[in-house]
């Protein structure tokens, strides 16, 4: 599948993303391992090359990453090796061990690198899939104020496209997201939010399902992977919007629909990167009706056809107690049925 950041062919089916996990970041039998402690400097300038199986231990790419931003000034020698930042593995999902990364499988989030620097690590590292320079903030709308300016981190050389891969009792979920863009939501062995979306949903399934702040749309794809034949997704950042049409397609073995259709594309909605009124992105036909919309989830009752039986409305600011419950009490009043936040 093409790729809309590189528009390269890096983008894979959940099929083939789940057929490639129990092998691809384990060693052959001529990988070397040299942990590195990452709280102090690294001892030596120096690092070891990829196996001839094209894999390398982890921490010898953070060296070689840590010896080039050194090179470029973007590091002191007296600073511990993880300044270097936060590698983000592609796929992502819950390890055992530390891994041996084959190549373009991980995506480098760093304050401290530049754009030469970054596109130094892409063309000499071939484990680096992409440089992200971020900041003090999460990506994209942080808050239900719709008001509030979004801040996106910055692509500076490569691809920070990359899938994550979370549990489900039906099998693994496969969520591709642009990691400027979209906060992390790093995979774990056992994941809260699908559990309580597993729980709500029941069997047999509820007959209908809104993921009112869908982000990349995990939790909505989740509850069609597990039967529910109505599924509506929405959100009002164009990133997520897009990424959850796109996952749908991603993800389309484990779902029950024969087509879809996409109104708008990547560039298109980058031109309206905030939307209030709903607007329909994507819907599948099928089986199985999943529709995708950009816009404030407190207007999503205008377009629904029907009280949904089940909305789970995932909030960034959820600890503050008084404007969650205000917003489910509006959500009951507009809309109706069951709502919890996961």
Excluded at 231 to 248: E, H, M, Q, R
């Amino acid at each position: 599948m093409k790729c809309p950041v590189c528009e390269m062919d890096c983008v894979r089916s959940a099929e083939e993303i789940v057929s490639i996990l129990p092998t691809v970041f384990q060693p052959c039998s001529s990988c070397s391992i040299r942990p590195i402690d990452k709280r102090a400097p690294l001892p030596d300038l120096s690092y070891e090359l990829p196996c001839v199986c094209g894999k390398r231990f982890i921490d010898e790419v953070f060296a070689h990453m840590y010896v080039i931003m050194v090179e470029e000034g973007n590091l002191q020698r007296t600073d511990p090796l993880f300044f270097v930042g936060s590698p983000l593995i592609h796929p992502g999902f819950a390890v055992e061990r530390p891994p041996f990364l084959p190549e373009r499988s991980l995506v480098l989030l760093s304050k401290k690198v530049t754009k030469k620097t970054a596109e130094r690590i892409v063309a000499e590292i071939p484990e680096i899939r992409g440089v992200v320079k971020t900041g003090n903030f999460v990506p994209g709308l942080a808050r239900a104020d719709l008001n509030a300016i979004p801040q996106v981190y910055e692509l500076l050389a490569g691809c920070d496209v990359r899938a994550d891969v979370f549990p489900l009792k039906t099998g693994p979920l496969v969520i591709y997201k642009q990691q400027s863009l979209i906060h992390i939501e790093f995979p774990r062995g056992n994941d809260p939010k699908l559990q309580s979306v597993e729980k709500y949903i029941g069997t047999p399934p509820v007959n209908s399902f809104v993921d009112a702040c869908c982000g990349a749309g995990t939790l909505g794809i989740a509850a069609a992977c597990l039967g529910v034949p109505q599924v509506i997704l929405n959100d009002a950042w164009y990133a997520s919007a897009f990424w959850s049409a796109f996952n749908l397609e991603v993800n389309r073995k484990y779902l029950h629909f024969s087509k879809i259709r996409i109104f708008e594309q990547f560039e298109e909605m980058q031109m309206h990167p905030v939307a209030k009124e709903p607007v329909r992105i994507a819907e599948t036909e099928g089986d199985q009706m999943i529709e995708v919309y950009q816009g404030d989830f407190r207007l999503l009752g205008n377009v629904l056809r029907e009280k949904p039986a089940l909305s789970v409305i995932d909030l960034f600011d959820k600890n503050d107690r008084i404007t969650t419950a205000a917003i489910i009490k509006e959500w009951q009043d507009k809309v109706g049925g069951t709502v919890f936040i996961p």
